[in-house]
Nanobody, 123 residues
Framework: QVQFLESGGGLVQTGASLRLSCAASGRTASPYGVGWFRQAPGKEREFVAVLTRTESTYYADSVKGRFTISRDNAKNTVNLQMDDLKPEDTAVYSC?????????????????WGQGTQVTVSS
């Protein structure tokens, strides 16, 4: 079983950048994909980005060109670089392991969810 711990959230102004980190622990020997999701108050969990086990990347249209997902094997982390942040990016960001299914945007195809880290973007 793998466990994830997110970090790097905070309060920033519009246009600022943040770098979120998803640190893995436990049974991490097998390659697997990791996705980032976010959930704003009163809204459903929303797909943000995924880095598959074959190192392909996919992004939600709302963050494409502004966010970058990457893996740091030395640190056993999957990072989400967020640039040009907007107030609508405000949410709790969580990472999870992709476990299968053809819909990469569906939370049901992920497990081992972390607790999340709050990102707040002020206007």
């Amino acid at each position: 079983q793998v466990q994830f711990l997110e970090s790097g959230g905070g309060l920033v102004q519009t246009g600022a950048s943040l770098r979120l980190s998803c640190a893995a622990s436990g049974r991490t020997a097998s390659p697997y994909g990791v996705g980032w999701f976010r959930q704003a108050p009163g809204k459903e969990r929303e797909f943000v980005a995924v880095l598959t086990r074959t190192e392909s990347t996919y992004y939600a249209d709302s963050v494409k060109g502004r966010f970058t997902i990457s893996r740091d094997n030395a640190k056993n982390t999957v990072n989400l670089q967020m640039d040009d942040l907007k107030p609508e990016d405000t949410a709790v960001y969580s990472c999870a392991r992709r476990v299968g299914g053809w819909r990469i945007t569906s939370p049901s195809n992920y497990d081992s969810w972390g607790q999340g880290t709050q990102v707040t973007v002020s206007s």
